[in-house]
């Protein structure tokens, strides 16, 4: 299992950004696709972004697909999301996941495939 510690997230105006960090420990973080979901109060838990293992491949739900912006570095064993543009309906508290598969990357990680989840971290958009 991996153990995963979401931080970054805070009070912040509309249109201004954010990066979340997500601090991988445990297997090995190279080899597995990585993702963030996002849930919002009385909302379901939803797909935000995913990266494969070796960073070179993204995918982005189209809510936010051109102002997130996912990333790794493996020699870090660290995720980054880059929030530009926040809107107040990106108000939500924002998951870190795992693939629960080494090297399978499907575009679009789904909560079936995921092994290991964050804490979570409480991102708020004022108007």
């Known amino acids: 299992q991996v153990q995963l510690v979401e931080s970054g997230g805070r009070l912040v105006q509309a249109g201004g950004s954010l990066r979340l960090s997500c601090a991988a420990s445990?297997?090995?973080?190279?080899?597995?696709?990585m993702g963030w979901f996002r849930q919002a109060p009385g909302k379901e838990r939803e797909f935000v972004a995913a990266?494969?293992?070796?960073?070179?491949?993204?995918y982005y739900a189209y809510s936010v697909k051109g102002r997130f912006t996912l990333s790794r570095d493996n020699a870090k064993n660290t995720v980054f999301l880059q929030m530009n543009s926040l809107k107040p309906e990106d108000t939500a508290v924002y998951y870190c996941?795992?693939?629960?598969?080494?090297?399978?990357?499907?575009?679009?990680?789904?909560?079936?495939?995921?092994?290991?989840w964050g804490q979570g971290t409480q991102v708020t958009v004022s108007s």
């Open positions: 990266i494969s293992w070796t960073g070179g491949y993204t």
């Open positions: 996941a795992a693939d629960r598969e080494p090297r399978r990357y499907n575009g679009v990680l789904i909560p079936a495939d995921v092994g290991s």
């Open positions: 445990g297997r090995t973080f190279s080899s597995y696709t």
